[in-house]
């Protein structure tokens, strides 16, 4: 079993915070890109290809998140019932 420090997981946490932030940046610059009307349809189809891909990442650094937050929070009720 691995065992990860607070500290570790604090910062991992924080990391994923940073990565979703640009993720959801990239995400914000696809949407003002593809509302143009002058993009020629071909590429808009390739944007929306990587959009997909930018979201799926998204996705993933979520779930990612959401686990160090679950174990930081078991963490915090096994120390509290110490």
């Given at each position: 079993?691995?065992?990860y420090t607070v500290?570790?997981?604090v910062h991992?946490?924080?990391s994923l915070?940073?990565?979703i932030e640009k993720v959801l940046e990239t995400l914000r610059d696809f949407n003002s890109i593809c509302v143009d009307p002058h993009l020629a349809e071909e590429y808009k189809n390739d944007?929306?290809?990587k959009q997909h891909f930018v979201q799926m990442r998204l996705e993933k650094l979520c779930t990612?998140?959401?686990n160090?937050?679950?174990l930081l929070d078991k963490i915090l009720k096994a120390e509290v019932k110490e």
């Open positions: 079993m691995v065992e500290e570790t997981l991992l946490y924080d915070n940073d990565q944007l929306g290809i990612m998140r959401n160090v937050e679950e």
